[in-house]
Nanobody
Framework: QVRLVESGGALVQPGGSLRLSCAAS????????MAWYRQVPGKEREMVAS?????NYAEFAEGRFTISLDNAANAVFLQMNSLKPEDTAVYYC???????????????WGQGTQVTVSS
């Protein structure tokens, strides 16, 4: 019953900024990792940024995007600055966590939020 819900996607002009949010709900017992991925139609889903034991960014995100984790709220955020048209994609929230009622760690995906960078 754990689910991830993203929000914050929008149409933004090149050079603009967006802040994506994702919250995990439904009985999170232990959160290990949360991350952001993105996908363009016809291409593979790619990691944008992750936060867990270490923080990692894709090369295209370094210096422009910042991932932050709110453990108390089981939420993750992605601040995106200096957006480019090539950042246009569906952005997905990812989490690896142990549900409160389960013994194993499980991966979850949100449904995605559309980010469009265009003038």
């Amino acid at each position: 019953q754990v689910r991830l819900v993203e929000s914050g996607g929008a149409l933004v002009q090149p050079g603009g900024s967006l802040r994506l949010s994702c919250a995990a709900s439904g009985g999170v017992g232990d959160l290990k990792t949360m991350a952001w991925y993105r996908q363009v139609p016809g291409k593979e889903r790619e990691m944008v940024a992750s936060s867990g034991s270490t923080t990692n960014y894709a090369e295209f995100a370094e210096g422009r995007f910042t991932i932050s984790l709110d453990n108390a709220a089981n939420a993750v955020f992605l601040q995106m600055n200096s957006l480019k048209p090539e950042d246009t994609a569906v952005y997905y929230c990812y989490a690896r966590l142990r549900p409160h009622t389960h013994w194993a760690y499980i991966e979850y995906w949100g449904q995605g939020t559309q980010v469009t960078v265009s003038s």
